[in-house]
T-cell receptor, first 112, second 114 residues
Framework: QKEVEQNSGPLSVPEGAIASLNCTYS??????FFWYRQYSGKSPELIMF????GDKEDGRFTAQLNKASQYVSLLIRDSQPSDSATYLC????????????FGQGTTLQVKP | GAGVSQSPSNKVTEKGKDVELRCDPI?????LYWYRQRLGQGLEFLIY????????KSGLPSDRFSAERTGESVSTLTIQRTQQEDSAVYLC????????????FGPGTRLTVT
C-alpha cells in the first residue's frame, strides 16, 4: 500500500462545474496536508494546506480533512480551463521532520 | 520577493560523469529540501536541511548522491558517476521552518543522462 494514494485520472469536468479531488494516506500520525498544482513542464505550486479536521476555504478552493478516515480532498468550484493541471497531494508526518510524502497526482481536465 | 532559484535549468551529461546542481532558497527560510521527479511520477524526497542540525538523508537513493548546505543559504546536490536512471527533474524547496511549514518549490533542474 502506498503511503499517499490518489486516483491518477484523468478527471474530466465541464467548465463551471465542481471538481473533486481525493487523497488517502496510511500514517495515522500525519499532521499536515498540502495540495500542490503542477502544470505540465512546471514545478509544483502550493494552493492549499490544512492541519485540522474539517473544511478550509480559500477563494474557489476548499480543502477537507477527515483524520479518522485518513482522507483529504480538494474541491474546486466554478472550474476553469486554466485549472487543467495535475494536482498533487502531500502529507507531512509531524513536526520532527520536514519530509513531504507525495501522491502520484490526479490529472484534471476542464473542458470549455 | 524572490522565490527559490535553481541552476542550471537543464543539464545533459554523459553516463559516468559527475554533476552538481545548485539551489538558492527564499531569504529567511531555514529549511531546505531536495526532491526528485521522474517523468510522469510523483515527487520523491531526497534530503532535508534544517539550520545547523544534521541533515535527514534518508531519501538519498545511493552513495553516489550527496548534498551540502552552508548555514541557511545555498545548497548543492552532487551526483557522482551518473547513470541513465538518474534522469529526472530535481526540485528544491524551502520553508520558514521545519515540520509542518509550507514548502515552496524552485523551477527545477532537468537532468538528462545519455
Amino acid at each position: 500500500q502506498k503511503e499517499v494514494e490518489q486516483n491518477s485520472g484523468p478527471l474530466s469536468v465541464p467548465e463551471g462545474a465542481i471538481a473533486s479531488l481525493n487523497c488517502t494516506y496510511s500514517d495515522r500520525g500525519s499532521q499536515s496536508f498540502f495540495w500542490y498544482r503542477q502544470y505540465s513542464g512546471k514545478s509544483p505550486e502550493l494552493i492549499m494546506f490544512i492541519y485540522s479536521n474539517g473544511d478550509k476555504e480559500d477563494g474557489r478552493f476548499t480543502a477537507q480533512l477527515n483524520k479518522a478516515s485518513q482522507y483529504v480532498s480538494l474541491l474546486i468550484r466554478d472550474s476553469q480551463p486554466s485549472d487543467s493541471a495535475t494536482y498533487l497531494c502531500a502529507v507531512n508526518r509531524g513536526s520532527n521532520t520536514g519530509k513531504l510524502i507525495f501522491g502520484q497526482g490526479t490529472t484534471l481536465q476542464v473542458k470549455p | 520577493g524572490a522565490g527559490v532559484s535553481q541552476s542550471p535549468s537543464n543539464k545533459v551529461t554523459e553516463k559516468g560523469k559527475d554533476v552538481e546542481l545548485r539551489c538558492d532558497p527564499i531569504s529567511g527560510h531555514t529549511a531546505l529540501y531536495w526532491y526528485r521527479q521522474r517523468l510522469g511520477q510523483g515527487l520523491e524526497f531526497l534530503i532535508y536541511f534544517q539550520g545547523n542540525s544534521a541533515p535527514d538523508k534518508s531519501g538519498l537513493p545511493s552513495d553516489r548522491f550527496s548534498a551540502e548546505r552552508t548555514g541557511e543559504s545555498v545548497s548543492t546536490l552532487t551526483i557522482q558517476r551518473t547513470q541513465q536512471e538518474d534522469s529526472a527533474v530535481y526540485l528544491c524547496a524551502s520553508s520558514l521552518g521545519p515540520g509542518t511549514y509550507e514548502q515552496y518549490f524552485g523551477p527545477g533542474t532537468r537532468l538528462t543522462v545519455t
